[in-house]
């Protein structure tokens, strides 16, 4: 496999990884995540997913992290 190739595939699997990973935050983490439970509109979980498909790693680390304590109550 050509250098080319590898990086073609591995651009292929983040940018999946990414859309992925965006579309399940947006629909079921983005509140989770947020410091203070609040509401979010339609329009700005439109507005997180492509910075959520890019920064996916980042996005999914502080989600899993966000599980693990407990939720406050405002």
Sequence with gaps: MSTGMFLLY????YAAAGLVTAVLFVLFGVTRALPHPV???VGARILFIP???????WVLARWLKS????????
Excluded at 51 to 57: C, I, S
Excluded at 67 to 74: H, I, N, T, V
């Design 10 to 13: 591995g651009l292929a699997f």
């Design 39 to 41: 509401s979010v509109t």
């Design 51 to 57: 910075g959520a498909a890019l920064l996916w790693p």
């Design 67 to 74: 599980r693990q304590r407990p939720r406050q109550r405002p």
